[in-house]
């Protein structure tokens, strides 16, 4: 690739970032806005919001592989591989990883124990587990790291499985020297049958990582699929249309990750549109550096707004799609306006909670 190419590719990515981001927000939105609050009986007519909600969720999974594919086409993008590389790249993550990894996940920490200590505020912080000052070290550990479960923080799963690539990187790069046609094969036969002996990392993670991995140590483009039809939005809308007509058959279902696969192709086509819009690009960009902070921040809010929501509004099936809509909106312009005052007011804090970005 020539130096104006890959910097187009790098454009093509940042204008991608914010709207990923907003994906995810409403990929944790869903869930169990069809229940009450305290989950205890089941929303009337339940069917239009469990379809939406499915089709809706379906394309936000597709940011999850998307933001690996980058992570692992990134971090081998324009570089020899060697000891002195790679020391080098984990002195960095350590700095954009590890240090927020554990300062959101310390912060949340701390603002759940004492919630759970103050009456008006403990049944907005109940998860249905076990106070957190009844737990052990070995359980706080736990909690914060996520070595058996999710991190008390539970979206930086995604930070987590990502170091452990990081770490792993020797042997993504080897892979994809001298095994990179049945590395592939095997890690996507593992993920579209649901089939992958360890929890950490997910699959999902590990295929994509390698995958954008592969692509930058080979030098392939990543967007080698400009080539593809726009004709791949008809299976991807058909395979959302299935999906929601079988009411959401969860993660087991052998559907979504074929039609997650095919949106994410549909994704990476699109970034070339957005990238030349002039009317767009650079607001994305800007968005984009944003990003990171409202991936940070929207949990526990979105849970706690429908916690909320549902407590003091009538529960019908209009409520719950209306608070669908408008809640990741509320917390993501929240977030935003955090971000943007601590930028004036505190961009050395700002730049440690996000690790530099």
């Known amino acids: 690739m020539g130096e104006q190419t890959t910097a187009q590719h790098l454009i093509r990515l940042d204008v991608l970032r914010f709207p990923l981001i907003v994906l995810i927000v409403y990929l944790h939105a869903c869930g169990f806005t069809i229940n009450l609050a305290d989950g205890s009986h089941a929303l009337a007519n339940a069917d239009t919001v469990t379809a939406v909600q499915t089709v809706t969720g379906t394309i936000g999974r ?3 592989p998307l933001f690996f594919l980058m992570s ?16 080098a790249k984990l002195i960095s993550r350590a700095r954009s990883l590890l240090v927020p990894f554990l300062f959101w996940n310390l912060a949340l920490f701390g603002l759940i124990l004492v919630a759970q200590s103050v009456p008006l505020l403990a049944s907005f912080f109940n998860g249905g587990t076990a106070p957190l ?14 070595i058996t479960h999710y991190p008390i923080a539970y979206q930086f799963w995604f930070i987590r499985d990502l170091m452990v690539l990081v770490i792993c990187a020797p042997l993504v790069w080897l892979a994809a020297r001298y095994a990179a046609w049945p590395v592939l094969a095997v890690l996507s036969l593992a993920w579209l049958t649901v089939l992958w002996p360890v929890s ?3 699959c999902e993670p590990v295929l994509f990582f390698y995958l954008g991995s592969l692509v930058a140590i080979r030098g392939w483009s990543l967007f080698a ?6 004709w791949l939005a008809v299976p991807f809308a058909m395979g959302l249309a299935a999906l929601a007509a079988l009411g959401g058959l969860g993660d087991a279902s052998y559907l979504i990750r074929p039609t997650v696969a095919i949106g994410l192709v549909l994704a990476l086509k699109a970034s070339r549109w957005l990238a030349e819009s002039d009317r767009l690009r650079e607001p994305l960009v800007l968005l984009g550096s944003t990003s990171f902070f409202v991936f940070a921040t929207h949990e526990p809010m979105v849970t706690i707004g429908k916690k909320v929501a549902f407590r003091f509004l009538p529960m019908t099936a209009g409520t719950v799609l209306t608070v669908y809509a408008l809640l990741p909106i509320l917390v993501i312009c929240v977030s ?11 961009p050395g804090f700002l730049r440690l909670m996000t690790g530099g970005r």
């Open 200 to 202: 950490v990392p997910e």
């Open 72 to 87: 692992g086409f990134l971090f081998f993008r324009g570089i020899v591989f060697s000891v002195d590389s790679y020391r």
């Open 336 to 346: 935003l306006s955090a971000y943007w005052l601590l930028r004036t007011a505190a």
């Open 225 to 230: 699929v400009d080539r593809l039809s726009w």
């Open 133 to 146: 000052r009844t737990l052990s070290l070995l359980q706080v550990a736990d909690s914060i790291m996520g």
């Open 62 to 64: 597709v940011a999850v």
